[in-house]
């Protein structure tokens, strides 16, 4: 009984010996794919799938990523994994691998380029508000006399002014001055010959076909300078959209037929910056001056569009392929 017993287990150790001894490594081909076993990845081959179980020691590899090709030697083993999915097996090397044949693929051997481009785009609107300065300018010898002069002027030049404008319209005042008048001579101290009062109103319309009867109005009340007129859009933002939206797109396909001529593809956008402006539209009237009360002429003023632009910055990636 005790030499069969050793008999059986001599053939045991034989067929463990022979098996370790006789254990061959196999080189599988296929695809990279995570799954949801503790090692988190696969290779797909045609003759069916291997569950990496040293999965960690090539995560680092820049081409160590799902979909990728790869050439992996080492071992199966026997071994219960948490879901079965997959033959276990343990990778002794890895490495891209091109179906070609050629070994490492070009989009493996290299990062991916990358390009930066920009795009503009202009969209143009009309604008919807006016916004007006409207000045009182008064000169005395006496500081209380041009301030006096400039109180009486300013206030039939408001009255005006709003019943010009319409109820709808903002009639503020936005600056107010007093300054001597000073004569300087050679060698002298400068001489205070008078003062000059300054009493600025903005006037802030949406109806922009009264900008000239406003402007009349105000010189025939005893306005006597108009420092600016501007335009504005309040409701932009359907405007700031389109542009935006515009300029990407250009930069996307600048992007594209930059890949296409490297002979790659746009793999992802990296980056975007978006930066937009808005240029005012220059307000064409006769001349800078408010016309004289006598002129019957009304002030005409030609409202032009506004320029909403915007740029894009855009970084992609390129990679090699169609």
Request: net charge neutral; charged share 20%.
């Amino acid at each position: 009984m005790r030499r069969l017993l050793n008999v059986t287990s001599a053939i045991a150790l034989i067929f463990v010996l022979t098996g370790v001894t006789f254990a061959k490594e196999i080189t599988i081909r296929g695809r990279l794919q995570k799954t949801v076993e503790a090692g988190g990845w696969l290779v797909v081959a045609n003759n069916g799938k291997y569950l990496i179980l040293n999965a960690r020691q090539f995560q680092n590899e820049k081409w160590f990523k799902e979909s990728a090709e790869v050439e992996a030697v080492g071992e199966t083993k026997d071994v219960m994994t948490t879901f079965m999915e997959g033959t276990p097996f343990e990778a002794r090397t890895m490495r891209p691998f091109d179906q070609s044949g050629s070994g490492v693929s070009a989009s493996d051997a290299k990062g991916p380029t990358r390009v930066m481009v920009t795009g503009d785009a202009i969209v143009q609107a009309q604008p919807d508000t006016a916004m007006l300065t409207i000045a009182v300018v008064t000169q005395a010898k006496r500081a209380i006399e041009t301030q006096q002069e400039n109180a009486t002027k300013t206030d039939a030049v408001i009255r005006a002014l709003k019943a010009a404008a319409g109820p709808g319209a903002e009639v503020k005042t936005s600056g107010y001055s007093i300054q001597p008048q000073r004569v300087f001579r050679e060698n002298q101290p400068p001489t205070i010959t008078g003062f000059e009062a300054r009493n600025s109103v903005t006037v802030i319309l949406s109806d922009l076909t009264k900008v000239g009867a406003v402007i009349d109005a105000a010189a025939q009340a005893g306005a006597n300078d108009v420092p600016g007129i501007s335009f504005t859009l309040k409701k932009d933002r359907p405007s700031r959209e389109q542009a935006l939206a515009e300029a990407t797109r250009e930069a996307v396909a600048k992007a594209q037929v930059i890949a296409q001529a490297l002979g790659g593809r746009v793999s992802r956008i990296v980056e975007v910056q978006e930066e937009g402006t808005i240029k005012p539209p220059q307000p064409l009237y006769a001349d800078n001056y408010v016309r004289e009360a006598k002129m019957a002429a009304a002030t005409p003023i030609e409202v032009g569009t506004m320029d909403i632009t915007s740029r894009v910055q855009l970084t992609a990636e390129v990679v090699p392929g169609g």
